[in-house]
């Protein structure tokens, strides 16, 4: 008793030695520890009842969509394989490998959500021959296809400006394994604890300790997320002691399934230039090129693994390090009894499935890009598309961006000294769809600066002349292509005064000629007479029907292509031609997702009714002629004649442009040559922007062209006279006319048929 009595008596000497220090210590703590709790709570719940981030939009290629009989060529395959990052591989079973044994290919097609919905893995073989696909069939059946699409390219990267580059998941779109291991290995208590977890601390530190290296977290999963959401990564008993309240506090309010869910969104898992790459399923495409739900084991330990340092277990830069890591993940998925001995066997076996494709885009189609901003931007703003995780499907066709960059890399590379100071740019759509397949605005592709192919305004020389002819044609009862016009010299008062004497790029004028000459020549004086004769501003009025939105020059010598526009304007001009006389409007998006997989938009072409179909055809039927024999022939020179091409040659004054608009029975091309400072290149659209196009057509995959020929009829004609003839005369020609419209007059020859009749008697 006196001995509890004396320790009763220091205690309470002590007691009231410390009570007023203590009391104002407990009351200074209470008075700032309850606000400031108050106030990161505040936090908590600004940033998890709304929880979102900054997902990028990423922008897509079109899918390849085979079909049996398509045309398709070996090359155009394979950029597109490797556009979409396609791995070669001998056994082609993964998704996203490839293997080609000669003619036959074999391809594991991944997974995707398009906009029709999601497409499931298919293992895909088809084979070639002739330039097309000759067979297509499902590699594990056998059975015959009738089509089937390839996942398409990912082309480009919208982000906003945290530079992250994530995907957003739900749990339920996560492999139940990669979830169950994550816990396995980073925090076995998650379930169970309230956000700190002191038992886990001593025991990844005794792991840790006995190993000899990291194989054990100590913070939990709660405070992981906090790290990243939160937090800078100091080391300070600060930022500690915040980390924990910030972690009970998560706890305290929100579920285990929300908390983990935010995890697995939010986990950094490496960096590729200045994009991190955030998540567990950014990082399934970024290392492994697949969906998340099509990883197996090894790949998932892999991820797991390294959540301890994405840079330390980066497997393309510390392979062996990776391999340790991810084989010390298996055996604790089997320590826990996520996998049995068999399991871990076959998975630990397995080398690093890392695809060597698989890295994050470049952007590489700066012009494309540009009209794809341009023709969505009126549905979603800049902010949005950097920050909703869109999925922007587009048009573009990467072989076809491929081989129109090849040639015009070709075409300027053969002009020698000529072709180093000219700029070039390409547009390419589907003849029959206005799909934008390719755009090309600088002889530099992957220079984000000027867009010539569609900024560059440069006069479009006699581009415009088929046009003047499909006002007059769209007249059977006045016009035909027999019509007779006049060649001849043209003097006519300008409005500031002055003469306008224009002149054919020979010199010379050639009396009376047919129409379908005049425009297969490219004769100006001919084109003149006509534009007069159907009037200026008939002409005018129809181009601007077209709603370019540019000045379109009111002056006889617009007739002659005096009127500036870019590349894709008479992209959108020629679209009418190779459409069969129905208005395409250009379109360069299919439609966009949002970052859950739903249909937002969608960019349906409705093409117009075709009013001018007839004399359409006729007028394509002049512009064939003008790649067999007139300024285009060497189209026919070069041996692709057999694509039966209509196109037109145009060079401005003075050739500072060099033109050349064709198609054929599925693309339509138009190319342009010039210089930037406006300087005479030298060049007449013959010699420098057909020269892409025939490149490009050496080397794509495309049909003839087929006019139809409905509405039209032919007969035989005199060409000095435009009467309608027989067909033994000599020199008669055939041409088409619209049904009804053949000329009337006829002129016979009875000498040329005497002499034929003797001539086949003789020879009888």
């Known amino acids: 008793m006196p001995f509890l009595s004396s320790s009763l008596n220091v205690l309470y000497v002590a007691w009231r030695v410390v009570r007023i220090p203590f009391l104002l210590g407990l009351g200074l703590a209470i008075g700032f520890l309850v606000p400031y709790t108050w106030l990161l709570d505040r936090e908590v719940r600004g940033r998890f009842d709304d929880l979102s981030w900054q997902l990028p939009s990423r922008v897509y290629a079109r899918p390849l969509q085979l079909v049996s009989g398509m045309p398709m060529n ?103 394994l990669l979830l169950s291991g994550l816990q396995a290995v980073e925090d076995r208590d998650f379930k169970h ?26 913070s939990t999963l709660t405070q992981q997320l906090v790290k990243n959401l939160f937090l800078d990564r100091g080391q300070t008993f600060a930022r500690k002691g915040n980390e924990a309240l910030l972690s009970l506090l998560i706890e305290a309010r929100y579920d285990k399934t929300r908390i983990l869910e935010a995890y697995v969104n939010e986990v950094f898992l490496g960096q590729q230039g200045a994009q991190a790459v955030h998540g567990f399923a950014a990082a399934s495409e970024f290392y492994f090129g697949r969906d998340l739900r099509s990883l197996g084991a090894a790949d998932i330990a892999l991820l797991v693994g390294m959540v301890q340092g994405p840079s330390l277990y980066d497997p393309r830069r510390n392979p062996e390090r990776a391999l340790n890591r991810r084989n010390i993940v298996l055996g604790v998925f089997r320590d826990t009894g996520l996998l049995d001995d068999a399991a871990l066997a076959s998975a630990s076996k397995q080398p690093i499935g890392t695809a060597a494709n698989a890295t994050l885009p470049r952007d590489r189609y700066p012009a494309f890009l540009d009209l794809v901003r341009r023709q969505i931007r009126q549905d979603f703003p800049d902010a949005e598309l950097n920050s909703a995780g869109l999925a922007i499907h587009t048009t573009l066709a990467p072989s076809v961006q491929s081989l129109g960059e090849d040639a015009i890399d070709k075409a300027l590379a053969a002009l020698g000294k000529r072709g180093d100071a000219v700029e070039a740019a390409l547009v390419v759509t589907g003849s029959r769809d206005g799909e934008v397949q390719a755009v090309i605005g600088s002889r530099d592709v992957d220079e984000p600066g000027f867009n010539r192919a569609l900024d560059a305004l440069r006069p479009i020389g006699s581009l415009v002349k088929p046009f003047v002819n499909l006002v007059a044609l769209a007249q059977p009862q006045r016009y035909s292509l027999a019509t007779l016009l006049d060649d001849g010299p043209i003097d006519l008062p300008q409005p500031g005064g002055g003469r306008w004497r224009p002149e054919n790029d020979d010199h010379e004028s050639h009396g009376q000629v047919l ?103 006729l007028v394509t039927y002049a512009m064939q002629q003008v790649a067999i024999g007139g300024t285009a022939h060497a189209i026919d020179d070069s041996g692709l004649g057999w694509l ?56 794509l995959p495309t049909t003839p062209l087929v006019v139809p020929q409905d509405g039209i009829e032919r007969a035989w004609i005199a060409p000095a006279s435009g009467k309608r003839t027989d067909s033994g005369c000599s020199g008669a020609r055939e041409l088409p006319f619209a049904v009804g419209y053949p000329p009337e007059d006829e002129e016979h020859c009875p000498l040329d048929q005497l002499r034929n009749f003797f001539g086949d008697g003789n020879g009888g």
């Open 74 to 176: 070996a090359d155009m395959l394979g950029s597109e394989l490797d556009a979409a990052r396609y791995d070669e591989d001998a056994q082609a079973k993964s998704p996203g490998t490839f293997h080609r044994d000669g003619a036959r290919w074999t391809i594991a097609r991944r997974g995707f959500v398009y906009l029709d919905g999601r497409e499931r893995e298919k293992r895909i073989v088809l084979t070639l021959a002739n330039g097309r696909v000759a067979n297509l069939v499902d590699a594990d059946s056998g059975v015959a296809l009738a089509s089937a699409r390839i996942d398409p390219a990912r082309i480009a990267t919208l982000y906003g400006t945290q530079q992250e580059d994530r995907r957003y998941v739900t749990l339920g779109e996560i492999p139940p």
């Open 193 to 218: 604890h309230h956000g700190i977890n002191l038992g886990a601390i001593v025991r990844a530190a005794w792991a840790n300790l006995v190993a000899g290296h990291v194989v054990q977290g100590g």
């Open 515 to 617: 129409l379908v000459d005049a425009l297969k020549q490219s004769w100006n004086l001919a084109t003149i007479n006509l534009g007069q004769r159907i009037g200026v501003d008939r002409v005018r009025g129809f181009l601007e029907s077209f709603k370019l939105g540019r000045t379109i020059n009111p002056n006889p010598s617009m007739l002659l292509g005096a009127l500036d526009l870019s590349p894709f304007d008479v992209a959108r001009l020629y679209q009418y031609l190779a459409a069969d006389g129905h208005a395409l409007p250009l379109r360069a998006v299919r439609g966009v997702l949002d970052a859950k997989g739903r249909p937002l938009s969608r960019y349906e072409i409705k093409p117009g009714g075709g009013d001018y179909t007839t004399a359409t055809r």
């Open 644 to 699: 039966h091409a209509a196109g037109k040659t145009g060079t401005s004054d003075t050739q500072r442009d060099s033109w050349f608009a064709g198609f054929t029975g599925d693309t339509l091309a138009v190319a342009w040559v010039g210089r930037d400072d406006n300087k005479p290149t030298g060049l007449f659209g013959s010699t420098g922007g057909l020269r892409i196009w025939i490149e490009l057509m050496k080397r």
